[in-house]
């Protein structure tokens, strides 16, 4: 540990006090997600004293005495990762990316199975996650569904009509609110409101129909886009205020019931 009183490199600050690695400690200044006494500072080695830092923040998080501020990012899962912050038999956790990448005290919203990949909303704001994922404010999530076999359009708009009205399976009502069928080779495209525990598989094997791939595309207001899988990219002011509007007009249903994993 340096002497308070000597001027030390700003990503070595963030290194020391946020726990991430010297390469990522300057990836994160220089791409404007540290701000110091209020002010976004984006020259990993900017000379700082720590006795003249009272405000450092890390994506929104203090690594001081403040209150966070609140941030939400998208984030593209990759198949293969477990949506968990540890876990003994497996390494490849959300939870260890976030660390990894220096998310201190984010959470995410809209959980997939480790087998499934598409759009998780990672935020420092458990209102948020709470609205949007809580299955009594039923928000709308978008799925595209790849199945070993596709059925012939008559079949598939049976399936679909079915769908919509709802299946029952272990004392559970499984339904999605919309479908379609699009692209070459032909995939799904269902909406769904609560999402129980891998409800859209359990959808489609009511049919007799595996599903071998599956991507989320949306979870309410908020959209994958073109991301790359793995990339992680912070919402601008627009969809953090559309976000926003969008949870705080949230009204609940009752008899919404507590999802138990992902999808």
């Not at 997939?112 to 420092?124: K, S, V």
């Not at 209102?127 to 790849?146: A, C, D, E, G, N």
Request: aromatic content about 6%; some cysteine; charged content about 30%.
């Amino acid at each position: 540990m340096n002497n308070e009183g000597e001027q030390i490199k700003l990503w070595r600050v963030v290194q020391e006090e946020s726990g991430v690695s010297r390469r990522k400690a300057q990836d994160l200044i220089a791409s404007g997600e540290v701000d110091v006494n209020g002010k976004t500072v984006r020259d990993p080695f900017s000379p700082v004293v720590r006795t003249s830092v009272s405000s450092l923040r890390l994506r929104g998080h203090p690594l001081s005495l403040e209150e966070p501020q609140s941030r939400v990012y998208r984030y593209n899962k990759e198949a293969g990762v477990l949506c968990s912050h540890d876990d003994p038999h497996c390494g490849n956790t959300l939870g260890r990316i976030l660390r990894a990448e220096g998310f201190i005290g984010y959470i995410w919203a809209g959980r997939l199975d480790q087998d499934a990949e598409g759009l998780i909303l990672l935020t420092n704001d458990g209102q948020i996650v709470q609205r949007l994922t809580h299955p009594s404010f039923r928000v709308h999530k978008v799925y595209h569904v790849w199945l070993t076999r596709f059925p012939k359009a008559q079949e598939m708009r049976k399936i679909y009509a079915e769908m919509r009205r709802g299946i029952t399976d272990e004392n559970q009502l499984l339904r999605i609110t919309k479908s379609e069928t699009t692209g070459r080779p032909p995939h799904a495209v269902v909406t769904i409101a609560e999402g129980r525990k891998h409800e859209i598989k359990r959808l489609f094997a009511h049919f007799g129909l595996q599903v071998v791939r599956l991507r989320r595309v949306s979870l309410g207001p908020i959209t994958l886009g073109d991301m790359k899988p793995g990339a992680i990219v912070r919402l601008d002011k627009r969809e953090i205020g559309k976000l926003k509007e969008f949870v705080n007009g949230l009204t609940p249903t009752h008899g919404g019931e507590r999802r138990s994993a992902g999808l």
